[in-house]
């Protein structure tokens, strides 16, 4: 149980291009649902808490017009890095919080590649 | 802000060692933690989390981590490892609101290597 995917697992686009990340949980349902960043060889950095039905929050530092998050139900939520540029290139990961035993479960991440 | 520090970034050790990995937080008021674990071309796997009650938890794998508030520590601990424990080791609180639907702050994560 409590398995949660992400698709793509890897995308390559071009600088200025949109990209769509989806983050889904598969057996839970989960009011709340995360996302980070990972750089090479760092940990993971938290950039905006997704709530389902409401606008999400992000951390200090992480523009909300660049990155858009939406949670339009209790399995999905989606990440569109907008106007994509190489600085953007990272891992991103995303997790749900399954309410049941108050514990986050991981994506196994998408590695995005801005040209 | 909540912090986490990780003292050892990259730990190698021979099969049936015993380990130890670190880890400091810095917010003195109510957290949850966890240590997660990452597989060479995984994703993070929960091993163990701690929210309340007997401050020595125990997890999957064997592995078992205490919880000490006085020094802010939530040590990993195993008594004998395996290859197959190579992994990249992370520790993450979360608080200061101390729990429900709060983000993870990680601790720079601690690369593991087990030799054969």
């Known amino acids: 149980g409590a398995v949660v995917s992400q698709h793509p697992s890897w995308v390559i686009c071009k600088s200025g291009t949109s990209v769509k990340i989806e983050c889904r949980s598969l057996?839970?349902?989960?009011?709340?649902m995360f996302w980070y960043r990972q750089f090479p060889k760092q940990s993971l950095m938290l950039m905006a808490t997704?709530?389902?039905?409401?606008?999400?929050?992000?951390e200090q530092g992480v523009e909300k017009d660049k990155f858009l998050i939406n949670h339009a139900s209790l399995t999905l939520s989606t990440l569109t890095v907008t106007s994509a540029h190489p600085e953007d290139s990272s891992f991103y990961i995303c997790?749900?919080?399954?309410?049941?035993?108050?514990?986050?479960?991981f994506g196994p991440g998408t590695r995005l590649t801005v040209l | 802000a909540q912090s986490v520090s990780q003292h050892n970034h990259h730990v190698i050790l021979s099969e049936a060692a015993s380990l130890e990995l670190g880890c400091n937080y810095s917010?003195?008021?109510?957290?949850?933690l966890f240590w997660y674990v990452q597989y060479p071309g995984q994703h993070l796997q929960l091993l163990l989390k701690?929210?309340?009650?007997?401050?020595l938890v125990k997890g999957i794998k064997g592995f078992e981590a205490e919880f000490i508030k006085s020094k802010f520590s939530f040590n990993l601990r195993k008594p004998s490892v395996q290859w197959s424990d190579t992994a990249e080791y992370f520790c993450?609180?979360?608080?200061?609101?101390?729990?429900?639907?709060?983000?993870?702050?990680f601790g720079k994560g601690t690369h593991l290597i087990i030799q054969p």
């Open positions: 993450a609180v979360t608080g200061p609101s101390g729990g429900g639907a709060d983000g993870l702050t």
């Open positions: 997704s709530n389902e039905g409401s606008k999400a929050t992000y």
């Open positions: 701690y929210f309340s009650g007997d401050p």
């Open positions: 997790s749900a919080q399954q309410q049941s035993t108050d514990t986050q479960y």
């Open positions: 057996d839970f349902q989960a009011t709340t």
């Open positions: 917010y003195g008021g109510t957290v949850n």
